[in-house]
């Protein structure tokens, strides 16, 4: 049979972590032929939790899944993995300044960086979902010299998966219908879902749904504190939407891109379309399932291009504010 593929996942006895070691140890993530391993990485007051979710995976007998390490050592957590899923981050507490916040989750990713580049797999991809994601990414990615930038993703699809289903519920379609739909800059409510460029049944989705102040003024902001919203409602964040948002970008990256189609991802931008080179922004990719590339020839108009500004400004900010505190 096929060797498994090693996948570490970070905060594993998270909320995201719960609804996310499931889909993969099922073979969701990488298919219903294809063994996997889990690396599974805590701090040490999550262990004891992360012991109970490990005996739930065990009481799973899932025919895919070949071994379970459980640990707070990055070393041993990140040996041999074939994907980092770097979900753990410290949340913002009451009380915490944006820089405090960006010091302290900067030097989480820094040790993770260096544990990445020194004991993974040769193949490692990375992607970060712990948050403020990109900037993160951007930090470890700074860290491990001998990984190739085009290895590290951060998580925009949640976003993307929310706008698509806010358009098909406004034009009465099933979500399939709804396509190529980008998500452009950070993670954060400053995100642009592009509903220009977005099709739905292949028709331009802003000529469908044809009410530009409906899309302007409320499903931009819908789509920017669907958080906040979930948060509200809930009582605790979004976890199995953000599990099932990383399944989609494992997946996205490691099948064909459908014709004529796209996926957002966060990536390191190299100046596609005026966006800031060296830092890590949602842009559409397409990918073979192995080598991906920024999809080119999208006509932005000037409310998008404005939109892309203001968020990468953010983003642009916000590793200027990350790399003074990790040198303070
Ligand atoms: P959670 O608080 O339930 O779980 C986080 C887990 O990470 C905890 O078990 C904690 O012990 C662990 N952890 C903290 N620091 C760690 C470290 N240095 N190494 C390893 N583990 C560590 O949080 P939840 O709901 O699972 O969310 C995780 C992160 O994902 C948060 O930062 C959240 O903001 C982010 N997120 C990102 C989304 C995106 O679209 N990019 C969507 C939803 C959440």
Wanted: proline residues 6%.
């Amino acid at each position: 049979s096929k060797p498994p593929i090693r996948v570490a996942v970070t905060g594993a006895a998270g909320q995201i972590g719960y609804a996310l070691l499931f889909r993969i140890a099922s073979g969701q993530m990488f298919g219903p032929d294809q063994p996997v391993a889990l690396n599974l990485i805590e701090i040490e007051p999550g262990l004891k939790p992360l012991q109970g979710v490990v005996m739930e995976l065990d009481d799973c007998a899932f025919p895919l899944l070949t071994e379970v390490v459980q640990t707070s050592d990055l070393a041993e957590g990140f040996k041999g993995v074939n994907w980092a899923l770097l979900v753990g981050s410290v949340p913002r507490k009451a009380g915490m300044e944006r820089a405090d916040l960006l010091g302290i989750n900067g030097k989480i990713f820094v040790g993770q960086g260096k544990a990445i580049n020194d004991n993974a797999a040769k193949d490692v991809r990375i992607l970060v979902v712990g948050n403020p994601c990109n900037t993160n990414c951007l930090i470890a990615k700074e860290h491990a010299p001998d990984i190739p930038a085009d290895r590290w993703f951060a998580m925009t699809r949640l976003d993307e998966n929310r706008a698509k289903t806010q358009l098909a519920q406004k034009a009465g379609v099933p979500v399939s219908e709804v396509t190529n739909l980008c998500v452009w800059g950070n993670h954060s409510p400053s995100m642009y879902p592009d509903f220009y460029t977005a099709k739905i049944g292949g028709k331009s989705a802003a000529e469908v749904i044809g009410d530009e102040a409906w899309l302007k003024e409320t499903f931009l902001p819908k789509v920017g504190k669907r958080g906040a919203e979930i948060i509200g409602a809930r009582g605790a964040s979004s976890a199995a939407s953000a599990a099932n948002a990383v399944v989609d970008t494992v997946v996205a990256l490691t099948t064909p891109t459908a014709p004529g189609s796209f996926t957002s991802v966060c990536v390191l931008s190299n100046g596609e379309y005026g966006v800031p080179e060296g830092i890590i922004t949602s842009l559409p990719i397409r990918t073979d399932g192995n080598k991906w590339e920024v999809v080119k020839g999208i006509q932005l108009n000037e409310f998008s291009k404005e939109k892309i500004a203001a968020s990468n400004a953010e983003l642009t900010e916000e590793k200027k504010v990350a790399f003074e505190a990790l040198q303070g």
